[in-house]
Nanobody, 124 residues
Protein backbone atom coordinates (compact mmCIF):
# COMPACT_ATOMS: atom_id res chain seq x y z
CA UNK A 1 0.00 0.00 0.00
CA UNK A 2 1.19 3.50 -0.83
CA UNK A 3 0.02 6.68 0.86
CA UNK A 4 0.45 9.95 -1.00
CA UNK A 5 0.41 13.38 0.63
CA UNK A 6 0.51 16.55 -1.44
CA UNK A 7 1.81 19.89 -0.23
CA UNK A 8 2.79 23.28 -1.60
CA UNK A 9 -0.55 24.58 -2.77
CA UNK A 10 -1.77 28.05 -1.97
CA UNK A 11 -2.79 31.42 -3.31
CA UNK A 12 -0.62 33.06 -5.95
CA UNK A 13 -1.03 35.94 -8.37
CA UNK A 14 -1.23 35.55 -12.12
CA UNK A 15 2.24 35.03 -13.52
CA UNK A 16 3.57 33.65 -10.27
CA UNK A 17 5.04 30.26 -9.42
CA UNK A 18 4.37 27.40 -7.05
CA UNK A 19 6.11 24.11 -6.40
CA UNK A 20 3.96 21.19 -5.40
CA UNK A 21 5.38 18.15 -3.67
CA UNK A 22 3.95 14.67 -3.22
CA UNK A 23 5.49 12.49 -0.55
CA UNK A 24 4.93 8.74 -0.69
CA UNK A 25 4.96 6.50 2.33
CA UNK A 26 4.09 2.92 3.14
CA UNK A 27 6.60 1.51 0.72
CA UNK A 28 9.21 2.79 -1.69
CA UNK A 29 7.72 4.22 -4.84
CA UNK A 30 10.69 3.11 -6.89
CA UNK A 31 9.12 1.19 -9.75
CA UNK A 32 5.99 3.35 -9.76
CA UNK A 33 5.21 5.87 -12.45
CA UNK A 34 3.79 9.07 -10.94
CA UNK A 35 1.46 11.74 -12.20
CA UNK A 36 -0.34 14.94 -11.35
CA UNK A 37 -3.98 15.54 -12.20
CA UNK A 38 -6.17 18.51 -11.38
CA UNK A 39 -9.84 19.27 -10.96
CA UNK A 40 -11.28 22.74 -11.31
CA UNK A 41 -14.68 23.65 -9.84
CA UNK A 42 -17.48 22.19 -11.93
CA UNK A 43 -15.10 20.31 -14.22
CA UNK A 44 -13.85 16.77 -14.59
CA UNK A 45 -10.44 15.80 -13.28
CA UNK A 46 -7.81 16.23 -16.00
CA UNK A 47 -4.27 15.04 -16.65
CA UNK A 48 -1.48 17.52 -15.94
CA UNK A 49 1.84 15.68 -16.10
CA UNK A 50 3.45 12.28 -15.56
CA UNK A 51 6.91 10.86 -14.99
CA UNK A 52 8.22 7.35 -15.45
CA UNK A 53 9.60 5.28 -12.61
CA UNK A 54 13.18 6.07 -13.60
CA UNK A 55 12.44 9.73 -14.20
CA UNK A 56 13.78 9.53 -17.73
CA UNK A 57 10.44 10.04 -19.46
CA UNK A 58 7.87 12.77 -18.83
CA UNK A 59 4.56 13.79 -20.33
CA UNK A 60 2.56 17.00 -20.16
CA UNK A 61 -0.87 18.19 -21.15
CA UNK A 62 -0.59 20.66 -24.01
CA UNK A 63 -1.65 23.67 -21.95
CA UNK A 64 1.10 22.99 -19.38
CA UNK A 65 4.01 22.45 -21.75
CA UNK A 66 6.72 25.02 -21.22
CA UNK A 67 5.20 26.22 -17.95
CA UNK A 68 5.16 23.13 -15.71
CA UNK A 69 8.01 20.76 -14.91
CA UNK A 70 7.64 17.39 -13.22
CA UNK A 71 10.53 15.73 -11.41
CA UNK A 72 11.12 13.06 -8.80
CA UNK A 73 13.63 12.21 -6.10
CA UNK A 74 13.46 8.48 -5.52
CA UNK A 75 15.75 8.72 -2.49
CA UNK A 76 13.17 10.97 -0.84
CA UNK A 77 10.11 9.16 -2.22
CA UNK A 78 8.90 12.51 -3.50
CA UNK A 79 7.62 13.82 -6.81
CA UNK A 80 7.45 17.53 -7.60
CA UNK A 81 5.53 19.81 -9.92
CA UNK A 82 7.12 23.18 -10.59
CA UNK A 83 4.47 25.53 -11.95
CA UNK A 84 5.51 28.81 -13.54
CA UNK A 85 3.62 31.56 -15.36
CA UNK A 86 0.45 30.58 -13.59
CA UNK A 87 -2.90 31.63 -15.04
CA UNK A 88 -6.32 31.95 -13.48
CA UNK A 89 -7.40 28.84 -15.38
CA UNK A 90 -4.80 26.84 -13.44
CA UNK A 91 -6.94 27.24 -10.33
CA UNK A 92 -7.86 23.73 -9.21
CA UNK A 93 -7.26 21.01 -6.68
CA UNK A 94 -4.10 19.20 -7.71
CA UNK A 95 -3.84 15.46 -7.08
CA UNK A 96 -0.82 13.20 -7.02
CA UNK A 97 -1.22 9.64 -8.31
CA UNK A 98 0.94 6.52 -8.43
CA UNK A 99 0.83 3.65 -10.88
CA UNK A 100 2.31 0.16 -10.41
CA UNK A 101 4.05 0.37 -13.75
CA UNK A 102 7.38 1.73 -14.93
CA UNK A 103 5.93 3.79 -17.78
CA UNK A 104 3.66 6.81 -17.70
CA UNK A 105 0.01 7.03 -18.59
CA UNK A 106 -2.28 10.01 -19.09
CA UNK A 107 -5.34 7.95 -18.20
CA UNK A 108 -6.79 8.56 -14.75
CA UNK A 109 -8.16 5.02 -14.39
CA UNK A 110 -4.68 3.52 -14.82
CA UNK A 111 -3.44 4.95 -11.52
CA UNK A 112 -3.70 2.83 -8.41
CA UNK A 113 -3.10 5.29 -5.56
CA UNK A 114 -4.22 8.86 -5.03
CA UNK A 115 -3.51 11.66 -2.62
CA UNK A 116 -6.13 13.91 -1.05
CA UNK A 117 -5.20 16.90 -3.17
CA UNK A 118 -3.86 20.38 -2.58
CA UNK A 119 -5.66 23.58 -3.56
CA UNK A 120 -4.01 25.99 -5.98
CA UNK A 121 -5.69 29.35 -6.46
CA UNK A 122 -4.41 31.85 -9.00
CA UNK A 123 -5.78 35.36 -8.63
CA UNK A 124 -5.64 38.14 -11.18
Amino acid sequence: QVQLVESGGGLVQTGGSLRLACAASGRSFVGFAMAWFRQAPGKDREFVSAISASGSNTAYADSMKGRFTISRDNAKNTVYLQMNSLKSEDTAVYYCAARRRLVTSIQEHEYDYWGQGTQVTVSS
